[in-house]
């Protein structure tokens, strides 16, 4: 693999640089690597590729996959484009993500098995940037979208000289919640009552937020969680960091498709200057930029 | 492999389709692996108009059967913006690729008159960097509405009027929505092109899911993969029947056997797309694979035609 792994000083695409080393680069071209193992999480999958030569990725980077056979002729002769997630945790070699079926894509990547392969474009995107020694880091999560929030804790939430992280996780019932034990101590809060606070994830934010003097969150989920987080931490002056999802065909940057509306009138790609963002540049979370609920 | 197209010389017949490769963004994404393994032979921009255009509205994508659809609105920084920043940039990334002949650079415009086109080449005139200019016809009449490449008249008249304005080689993207593809084709010749590119994206519409307003920001989108793969190869070959000067085909090329099936039919240089969007090598992929085709004698006896129809349909 002649992919750096050394993180990339890197400006955005628009000339500002306001996150060095939240980026590493991708060899051009994929690379087929073999799945190692599926693990069942409740109503998730974690799929782990052995990539013991890959470049080691920032955390809220993420990859483009494509399972090597048969992607295609599934509902509505589709996927043909691959498939965006977000690298969730990177150890002893293997890349793993967290999938949840919910369209053709998803489908046929829950289908695989260790032996099989699957073609691998990544690290790609900006991702999340460190806590500033005095900051409390508190993890915002939603449904499939806690999975950067795994790697980001690997990261640094256990670093001597950070005050550590709270991880705050929502699901839509019991069975999603085991994806809670991707990270560790999670709080959870489920829209059924089920298991932990019954209510919104960002109830636990606010909460927390209360008790917490010099905080900066880190967040991805839904929509609706990502712009509550948004408007919370805005109304506060807490820097927050916002790991969107769009929808995207190449994610480098070619197809233009992935976009959201900043504040300044301007459109971002979500796969080049994102998918993390300064919560502060978007006046709103597009209904279109969240994980799926 | 190498190949001569307007005077300009290849290293190999693939390239991009405009607005499929974004250079500078890919450069930020694979750094030196770019410059060291350049997908394509020359480099064609997205399109450039005169003002700045931010594009359409999210969402922009919708998976269809066997490929895409997208309506991007063509965002750019308009000429002055292209001129006085991604020009240079791109001429510089494109002078650190590691090819030999070096990658020129086509610059794609997009004018809704003739004057505007006429100032988009003057100033592409101007640019040493640029090598060729493409231009992409798939834009609407100001007066008509109708598309300027629509219509095999109107475009012979346009290429006409705008063709003293470079002296570089012109080529005129063609589209495929239209009721006569050669005849535009013909007419682009006539009006003074170096040379053809086709097709450009099939009008489609996504489904707005039980609602009556379409699921794409834009309303209708432009539909690419290898679900047009046939539309291109009925095109590509119907225009190159009927002109004389080059033709850059495209639509659907994943593979050397789809390139190779456009160069059947005549097409100079063939084009890659969204098989880029799927793996940012495809090109180099594609011209590899084509350069090994071209050193393996072919089989013996070709596929009797009768008993390929059969295999088509097992």
């Given at each position: ?16 640089s ?31 590729l ?10 809220g ?28 945790r ?71 000289d ?39 994830v ?41 790991a ?17 509306p900043?504040?300044d ?6 796969c080049?200057?994102g998918?993390?963002?300064d ?15 | ?76 920084k ?9 020009l ?50 798939s ?94 190869l ?9 002109v ?19 160069l ?11 098989e ?39």
């Amino acid at each position: 693999m002649s992919g750096s792994d050394r993180p990339v000083l890197d400006g955005s695409s628009d000339g500002t640089s306001q996150c060095a080393s939240a980026r590493v680069q991708a060899p051009i071209g994929r690379r087929l690597l073999t799945v190692a193992g599926m693990d069942e999480l409740g109503a998730y999958r974690v799929l782990r590729l052995s990539d013991p030569s890959g470049p080691r990725p920032q955390p809220g980077q993420f990859s483009m996959l494509t399972a090597a056979e048969r992607w295609g002729g599934g509902e509505d002769d589709r996927p043909h484009v691959p498939r965006a997630f977000s690298v969730a945790r990177w150890q002893d070699g293997e890349a793993h993500y967290l999938l949840e079926d919910v369209g053709p894509g998803t489908h046929r990547l829950c289908e695989l098995r260790g032996g099989d392969e699957v073609w691998v474009l990544g690290p790609l995107g900006r991702g999340f940037t460190a806590p500033a020694e005095d900051q409390r880091a508190i993890l915002v999560g939603g449904g499939v979208g806690i999975a950067p929030l795994a790697i980001l804790q690997d990261t640094f939430g256990d670093h001597a000289d950070t005050q550590g992280t709270v991880a705050l996780l929502g699901f839509r019932d019991g069975a999603h919640t085991r994806g809670a034990s991707l990270l560790r101590g999670a709080q959870v809060a489920t829209d059924d009552g089920s298991v932990g606070h019954h209510g919104l994830v960002t109830d636990l934010l606010v909460r927390e937020l209360d008790e917490t003097p010099r905080a900066i969150v880190y967040a991805c989920g839904p929509a609706p969680m990502l712009e509550a987080t948004r408007a919370i931490c805005g109304a506060r002056d807490v820097p927050a960091q916002l790991a969107l999802e769009s929808g995207m065909a190449c994610g480098f940057g070619a197809c233009f498709g992935c976009v959201v509306p900043l504040r300044d009138g301007s459109y971002l790609r979500v796969c080049l200057d994102g998918p993390v963002i300064d919560a502060a540049r978007l006046e709103r979370v597009d209904a279109h930029a969240g994980a799926p609920a | 492999m190498s190949v001569s197209f307007c005077g300009l010389q290849l290293a190999h017949p693939v390239i991009n389709a405009s607005g499929t490769f974004d250079l500078l963004a890919a450069n930020t994404a694979f750094g030196e692996s770019l410059r060291e393994r350049f997908p394509f032979a020359a480099f064609v921009s997205k399109t450039i108009t005169l003002e700045p255009r931010k594009g359409n509205p999210p969402p922009r994508l919708w998976e269809a059967p066997a490929g895409l659809l997208n309506s991007i609105g063509l965002p750019n920084k308009g000429l002055q913006g292209y001129l006085a920043n991604d020009l240079p940039a791109i001429s510089e990334l494109l002078g650190k690729v590691r090819a030999q002949p070096p990658v020129p650079l086509i610059t794609n415009v997009m004018g809704s008159t003739a004057a505007e086109i006429a100032q988009l080449l003057n100033a592409c005139e101007q640019r040493e960097e640029i090598s060729a200019v493409e231009l992409n016809v798939s834009c609407p009449n100001v007066k008509t509405g109708l598309d300027i490449g629509a219509d095999p008249v109107q475009l012979e008249v346009v290429v006409r009027e705008v063709r003293p304005h470079l002296s570089k080689p012109l080529i005129v993207k063609l589209t495929p929505n239209t009721a006569d593809v050669a005849a535009c084709a013909l007419a682009a010749q006539e009006g003074g092109a170096d040379a053809i590119s086709l097709i450009n994206t099939l009008r489609a519409m996504a489904p707005g899911g039980g609602s009556p307003k379409p699921w794409l920001g834009g309303g209708t989108g432009g539909l690419s993969g290898p679900a047009i793969r046939p539309v291109a190869l009925a095109q590509v070959a119907a225009a190159a029947r009927r002109v004389s000067i080059p033709v850059v085909g495209m639509g659907g090329v994943q593979s050397a056997k789809h390139a190779q099936d456009l160069l059947d039919v005549g097409a100079t240089l063939v084009a890659v797309g969204t098989e880029s969007f799927r793996d940012p090598s495809a090109g180099s992929r594609i011209a590899h694979e084509l350069s090994g085709a071209a050193e393996t004698p072919a089989n013996a006896t070709p596929d009797h035609p009768g008993a390929s129809t059969l295999l088509n349909l097992k």
